[in-house]
């Protein structure tokens, strides 16, 4: 997997694997974030893979698109810490097996540059009707976020979890802010990203392909460039007591949010205390909490690496909060006394090895697996990191379960339950 400088701040790794037919593409630039940006870096992805000047409507751009053997084009953003990535992928059959010799890659890469240097606008602005469109389905989205009601606990705990940090503010950003938003300062937002944002790009491809790096280094080459690289790594600072807030909805279910906070945890033990924790089948969470005593719906556990932080979101009756929350914590008193098996370690192994071996079986899996190696800082494979996984001890695990906080909870209660509790 060869990298190099395309120029400045502007990284390019090309992987080779003979088994796909088809080409990968993907351009990530890395921003910082704040609560002013982070509805335009929401807008963006829809925007610049709408239309362009070249192909100044959705229309013209799914026609190019569906004449190039139906390639795609696509975006979407992702937060990282405190800072977040915008990713455009472009995905086309390989020019080796077109039906008619057509270079197909050529026209891909044509397209992709021209959308992200030459978007679809005119005096500084973005052109309608594409940027008011695209804007409504922000402004819909962020309306929509709130009928899911496990995703909105998760907010307001990561909301808590990271006060005054970055980390808080949610993927699509706050509705005033989104509201606000002009053609033109989504325009300069995008431009100075240009200018600024650390770009890494990755191609997939069956065998080299040395124009597309060519071809990448002209396109952005005439850019004046002041790249400015984000920390991803932002672990949060630990609360001096533990932050309890509630709000009641109508929910069917009420929504218990605790988070934990860390120092420093090894990638490879880290993956090991996740996974007995609440990732494998039998995990400590999911066996204790709603098999054995029945005390949730459901029991999930997510990790944010970067900001040093578990999640652990359960859906529970509002009247077991307290016995979830001991509950909850004495799975973590386990995990420290190393009151595990010897089976549920090798488990979490497996999942691994599986989910490595699994990420290698498409284009876009593969590509993302070397972007995250790169963007965590950690040049190991999978198989090193499976093999780092193997000499993780019962003492590794429960020492880093001991640096376990616990930090916030939020619960988000049921109203219809409220108000039984009122009449009793």
Same mark, same amino acid.
């Given at each position: 997997?060869?990298?190099?400088?395309?120029?400045?701040?502007?990284?390019?790794?090309?992987?080779?694997?003979?088994?796909? @037919?088809?080409?990968?593409?993907?351009?990530?630039?890395?921003?910082?974030?704040? +609560?002013?940006?982070?509805?335009?870096?929401?807008?963006?992805?829809?925007?610049?893979?709408?239309?362009?000047?070249?192909?100044?409507?959705?229309?013209?751009?799914?026609?190019?698109?569906?004449?190039?053997?139906?390639?795609? $084009?696509?975006?979407?953003?992702?937060?990282?810490?405190?800072?977040?990535?915008?990713?455009?992928?472009?995905? %086309?059959?390989?020019?080796?097996?077109?039906?008619?010799?057509?270079?197909?890659?050529?026209?891909?890469?044509?397209?992709?540059?021209?959308?992200?240097?030459?978007?679809?606008?005119?005096?500084?602005?973005?052109?309608?009707?594409?940027?008011?469109?695209?804007?409504?389905?922000?402004?819909?989205?962020?309306?929509?976020?709130?009928?899911?009601?496990?995703?909105?606990?998760?907010?307001?705990?990561?909301?808590?979890?990271?006060?005054?940090?970055?980390?808080?503010?949610?993927?699509?950003?706050? @509705?005033?802010?989104?509201?606000?938003?002009?053609?033109?300062?989504?325009?300069? !937002? %995008?431009?100075?990203?240009?200018?600024?944002?650390?770009?890494?790009?990755?191609?997939?491809?069956?065998?080299? *392909?040395?124009?597309?790096?060519?071809?990448?280094? !002209?396109?952005?080459?005439?850019?004046?460039?002041?790249?400015?690289?984000?920390?991803?790594?932002?672990?949060?600072?630990?609360?001096?007591?533990? +932050?309890?807030?509630?709000?009641?909805?109508?929910?069917?279910?009420?929504?218990?949010?605790?988070?934990?906070?860390?120092?420093?945890?090894?990638?490879?033990?880290?993956?090991?205390?996740?996974?007995?924790?609440? %990732?494998?089948?039998?995990?400590?969470?999911?066996?204790?909490?709603?098999?054995?005593?029945?005390?949730?719906?459901?029991?999930?556990?997510?990790?944010?690496?970067? *900001?040093?932080?578990?999640?652990?979101?359960?859906?529970?009756?509002?009247?077991?909060?307290?016995?979830?929350?001991?509950?909850?914590?004495?799975?973590?008193?386990?995990?420290?006394?190393?009151?595990?098996?010897?089976?549920?370690?090798? *488990?979490?192994?497996?999942?691994?090895? $599986?989910?490595?071996?699994?990420?290698?079986?498409?284009?876009?899996?593969?590509?993302?697996?070397?972007?995250?190696?790169? @963007?965590?800082?950690?040049?190991?494979?999978?198989?090193?990191?499976?093999?780092?996984?193997?000499?993780?001890?019962?003492?590794?695990?429960?020492?880093?379960?001991?640096?376990?906080?616990?930090?916030?909870?939020? !619960?988000?209660?049921?109203?219809?339950?409220?108000?039984?509790?009122?009449?009793?």
């Amino acid at each position: 997997m060869p990298e190099t400088m395309l120029g400045n701040g502007i990284r390019y790794t090309e992987i080779h694997d003979p088994k796909f @037919r088809s080409c990968l593409l993907t351009l990530q630039f890395h921003i910082p974030r704040d +609560r002013i940006s982070a509805p335009v870096h929401a807008l963006l992805p829809d925007i610049l893979t709408a239309s362009s000047a070249e192909f100044p409507s959705v229309n013209a751009m799914t026609l190019q698109l569906e004449s190039l053997y139906a390639a795609d $084009f696509i975006a979407k953003l992702s937060l990282c810490g405190d800072a977040a990535v915008i990713d455009f992928t472009a995905s %086309w059959l390989d020019d080796a097996y077109t039906l008619n010799g057509e270079q197909i890659t050529e026209s891909v890469l044509q397209l992709v540059t021209g959308a992200l240097l030459h978007p679809n606008a005119e005096n500084g602005a973005f052109c309608d009707p594409v940027f008011r469109i695209c804007k409504q389905n922000l402004l819909d989205d962020i309306d929509c976020e709130q009928n899911d009601k496990r995703s909105y606990a998760l907010r307001q705990a990561a909301a808590l979890t990271f006060s005054g940090e970055p980390a808080a503010i949610p993927a699509h950003g706050f @509705r005033p802010e989104a509201e606000q938003i002009t053609a033109a300062q989504a325009y300069a !937002v %995008w431009q100075n990203i240009l200018r600024t944002a650390f770009i890494e790009i990755a191609a997939v491809t069956p065998a080299p *392909k040395p124009q597309i790096a060519a071809l990448l280094q !002209v396109r952005f080459g005439s850019l004046n460039r002041q790249p400015v690289q984000v920390r991803f790594e932002a672990p949060s600072p630990i609360q001096p007591e533990i +932050r309890i807030e509630s709000e009641i909805m109508p929910v069917g279910q009420t929504k218990l949010v605790l988070t934990y906070k860390y120092e420093n945890i090894r990638r490879e033990v880290m993956l090991m205390l996740c996974s007995i924790l609440g %990732w494998i089948a039998d995990s400590l969470l999911f066996t204790n909490l709603r098999e054995r005593c029945g005390l949730c719906y459901y029991c999930l556990l997510s990790h944010a690496a970067f *900001k040093h932080t578990l999640f652990i979101d359960i859906g529970i009756d509002a009247a077991n909060t307290d016995a979830v929350r001991k509950a909850v914590a004495a799975q973590i008193h386990a995990l420290q006394a190393g009151d595990f098996t010897d089976d549920m370690m090798q *488990k979490a192994i497996l999942r691994y090895a $599986f989910q490595a071996a699994a990420a290698s079986d498409t284009i876009s899996d593969l590509a993302m697996q070397q972007m995250l190696r790169l @963007r965590r800082g950690d040049p190991r494979s999978p198989q090193e990191i499976t093999d780092a996984m193997q000499k993780v001890t019962r003492a590794d695990i429960a020492e880093a379960a001991k640096q376990l906080q616990p930090d916030t909870v939020f !619960v988000l209660r049921a109203e219809q339950e409220e108000a039984e509790a009122d009449d009793i």
